[in-house]
């Protein structure tokens, strides 16, 4: 008897320790474009935290948003490219609030071996990616905001430049080439298989790729444009299955939320709080990705006490 009570305790001692030791999780749906910055946030909160494991989730910021209303799949925070993703497909039934915490803008990714590469510019690109030779990419507007800011940024360059059928040609060619979010066309390029493509100048600026800046009247990144961004817009697949959801053009804003049910909600918030902090702005920066700041939220009253004081008044 005396036995099986020692082993009995020596299990239950195991058990514990083994139990006491595990790691609180932070689960995480994000853009891709977010990836590279998010992974070195991650690195640094872990060392701070070692209590703490951040898992990573890249995907389209719609796919992000449908993996928590369709899919039911457990998150604590949803970073999106677009702060209407979450504004409109999460608030308010599965977030209360949603923080704009960095901006970007769309450029046209090239390498070394890409067609007419020598020759591009900001001037006659819509030239050479429209000849047959050329292969261009894009990612999925139903699936990724740089996807749909792509065929955006047609439309815009479309009336800037005065060329009629502009964005019909753009979206019916290299149809094959198309990707659900932004950072798979980044392999595209690398191997040869495509010789542009539309991106974010930070994914660009991170896989030390070629590119060419658009004018600020197509390229999304200028709040005082908004007038002319808003002439544009684009039908897109809602937060339900057969919905559909108009995007109008503006300028690019990434947001994120802790969902309301979130499993590990306090620790989501410390982590949002290192995000946007000066350490982890200083994080975007260095990926050349330009924060908002001061951050904005249509949503104030509903922010944690903790992270106010980082939003503008």
């Given amino acids: ?15 514990c320790g083994c139990n006491s030791s595990k790691k609180r999780e932070i689960i995480i749906f994000h853009a ?10 991650a690195d640094e909160f872990e ?27 457990p998150c604590d925070i949803v970073a999106s490219a677009d702060y209407i993703v979450i ?39 819509m030239n050479i990616l429209q000849q047959s030779d050329v292969i261009y ?14 065929v955006l940024a047609f439309m815009l360059a479309e009336k800037y430049y005065g060329m009629p059928g ?15 979010k932004e950072v798979d066309l980044v392999a595209l390029i690398e191997s040869g298989a495509a010789d542009y493509m539309f991106q974010y100048k930070s994914v660009a600026i991170q896989h030390h790729m070629k590119y060419i800046e658009l004018p ?17 817009s684009v039908d897109v697949t809602g937060n339900k299955p057969g919905s559909k959801m108009r995007v109008t053009g503006e300028y690019i804003n990434y947001s994120l939320t802790v969902l309301d049910k979130a499993p590990d909600k306090s620790d989501a918030i410390k982590f949002v709080e290192f995000i946007i902090s000066p350490d982890g702005m200083n994080i975007f920066r260095k990926n050349g990705q330009d924060p908002i700041i001061p951050f904005s939220t249509e949503q104030p009253e509903k922010i944690p006490v903790v992270l106010r004081k980082y939003l503008k008044n």
């Fill in 166 to 180: 502009l964005t019909a040609n753009m979206v019916t060619k290299n149809k094959d080439y198309v990707r659900p």
């Fill in 216 to 232: 600020d009247a197509i390229n999304l990144s200028d709040p005082v444009l908004n007038e002319i961004y808003k002439t544009a």
């Fill in 137 to 150: 990419s894009r990612s999925d507007p139903d699936s990724d905001p740089c996807g749909y800011r792509t």
């Fill in 47 to 73: 060392k701070a935290n070692p209590g703490i494991s951040v898992l990573l989730e890249p995907a389209g910021s719609l796919v992000c948003a449908r993996k928590v209303t369709e899919l039911k799949k």
């Fill in 1 to 15: 008897m005396n036995r099986i009570i020692v082993i009995f305790t020596l299990l239950l001692i195991l058990f």
């Fill in 32 to 41: 891709g474009s977010l990836s590279v910055p998010f992974r070195e946030l």
């Fill in 87 to 125: 504004n409109n497909l999460l608030i308010p039934e599965y977030a209360s609030w949603g923080i704009r915490f960095a901006t970007n803008e769309i450029v046209i990714g090239f390498s070394e071996k890409s067609k007419y590469g020598s020759e591009i510019d900001s001037s006659n690109w």
